[in-house]
């Protein structure tokens, strides 16, 4: 299933969604103006290499200075590898970023998705902290941002396309089912990636499982206001303490 747009009303105009999405474009289009070999090596200085974080002997062999593996862990969110890749996240970043910065206000929303990208990156780098392969992409912060969604507007309705051999059958599914079969794929993923790590490498599963996480559990840590909305009340309502006002 394809996501294609979300049916919910926002109240105000996403400014840092639109902002993070600028950014991860202008980034891009300087990635690709490079040759192959400056883009291995902006890949390698910028992008999140968990060896260079929990080895010092690690980077004092490769000889890069010490803030570069700590930028990193935010440089990182904004680089991406091809087309389908930016093309992929920023496409999920517009359909569930805006409401999400609605309910958080866009300085909030900054803060949560940075903070929840960088914990989704540590995630993925503590089970592969070995690993010398640069992380790159915004998938774990915007995963952080789904499971935001998740929790805040699981009646909502997100129109998908599930493609039948040539034909699209283009439908309306709640939230919840969307992004829960979302989340179930990744943490699968994840698993089989531990097991069968040829088929299953490439892919930073971890990452997206410990945003999503993270995003539906602390998301209420940067809501502009706790107020009563009808939608999450409907489902988490019994699982939390409901501001009505």
């Not at 996240?89 to 803060?111: A, K, Q, S």
């Not at 993925?124 to 010398?132: E, L, R, W």
């Not at 992380?135 to 599930?162: D, E």
């Not at 993923?189 to 559990?217: C, D, K």
Request: proline share 6%.
């Amino acid at each position: 299933m394809i996501p294609l747009q979300d049916i919910l009303p926002r109240r105000n105009p996403p400014i840092m969604t639109w902002i993070l999405i600028l950014i991860n474009v202008m980034v891009f289009f300087y990635e690709i103006s490079l040759s192959p070999l400056e883009r291995e090596i902006f890949f390698r200085h910028w992008g999140f290499v968990p060896a260079r974080f929990f080895d010092d002997y690690f980077s004092a062999l490769i000889g890069e200075p010490a803030y570069r593996k700590y930028l990193s862990l935010i440089t990182h969110l904004f680089i991406h590898g091809g087309w389908l890749h930016i093309i992929g996240n920023m496409w999920t970043l517009w359909i569930f970023g805006d409401n999400v910065e609605d309910r958080l206000g866009p300085f909030r929303f900054l803060l949560f998705y940075l903070l929840c990208g960088i914990f989704a990156t540590l995630t993925h780098a503590i089970i592969y902290k070995d690993s010398v392969i640069p992380v790159v992409g915004a998938s774990g912060a915007i995963s952080a941002v789904m499971g935001a969604y998740f929790m805040m507007y699981p009646l909502a309705r997100i129109l998908v396309v599930f493609p039948i051999f040539f034909f699209p059958i283009f439908f309306e599914i709640p939230a919840f089912l969307y992004l829960g079969y979302w989340f179930l794929i990744q943490f699968y993923s994840g698993l089989f990636s531990l097991a069968l790590p040829t088929s299953f490498g490439g892919v930073a599963w971890f990452a997206h499982i410990g945003g999503f996480l993270v995003g539906a559990l602390t998301y209420r840590i940067f809501c502009k206001k706790r107020r009563f909305y009808l939608d999450e009340y409907c489902i988490f309502g019994s699982l939390f303490d409901i501001d009505k006002k």
